[in-house]
Each structure stands twice: as structure tokens, then as C-alpha cells.
């Protein structure tokens, strides 16, 4: 079972551009599907965005047109590039596989916060 390890959060103020990394305990070329999911203070954990194996990607409505997921294969590595930073988007940022998450498994994620 792979595992991931998240790094790139800190403190940013709103306007502002991070970029997250996603490192892989093993091989990603064999995962269908790794996700960026994000929970914030009080709210449930979501998933914002999402790169197959074919590096086709999916995006939740909040951040399409602001994060772009990609994949790099030859560092087993999935990164989240987030522009324009909102307040709203302060929150512990994780990458998982569907399998994984499903059955609770998570790291230790990255903080991110945007000061307005």
C-alpha cells in the first residue's frame, strides 16, 4: 500500500500562490487515481481535485480555474499548484487514493492558511 506524504503548506495572504507536494512512498504509475482533498475547520473532508493515470484531471467547482493538480511520475510525486488564495481556502490540504480514503487512511496533511 502506498503512502503519501504531504509538504508545501504555510501562510499566505489572499491573492497569493502556494505549491503543495505529494510524495509517494512507492511507484504512482500504477495508481488509476490520486486526489487532493482539503478539510477545513468545522466542515468535512472534500476532495478539490483529481489526476488519473492518463493525466486527465477533475476539479471541484470552488477551485477550477485556480489549482491545477499534476503528476510527476519519475519523482512519485503529485503536486496542487493554488493561485489567487482565498481566506475560504484555509484548511489541512491531503492527497489519497478513492481506496484509501474510503477506508479512513489518511497522513498527516499540510496546513494551509490565507490571511485576508
Known amino acids: 500500500q502506498v503512502q503519501f506524504v504531504e509538504s508545501g503548506g504555510g501562510f499566505v495572504q489572499a491573492g497569493g500562490s502556494l505549491r503543495l507536494s505529494c510524495a509517494a512512498s512507492g511507484s504512482i504509475f500504477s495508481i488509476n487515481y490520486i486526489g487532493w482533498y482539503r478539510q477545513a475547520p468545522g466542515k468535512q473532508r472534500a476532495l478539490l481535485a483529481g489526476i488519473n493515470s492518463g493525466g486527465i484531471t477533475n476539479y471541484a467547482d470552488s477551485v477550477r480555474g485556480r489549482f491545477t493538480i499534476s503528476r510527476d511520475g519519475a519523482k512519485n510525486t503529485v503536486y496542487l499548484h493554488m493561485n489567487s488564495l482565498k481566506p475560504e481556502d484555509t484548511a489541512v490540504y491531503y492527497c489519497?487514493?478513492?481506496?484509501?480514503?474510503?477506508?479512513?487512511?489518511w497522513g498527516q496533511g499540510t496546513l494551509v492558511t490565507v490571511s485576508s
Open positions: 489519497n487514493t478513492p481506496s484509501s480514503a474510503r477506508l479512513d487512511a
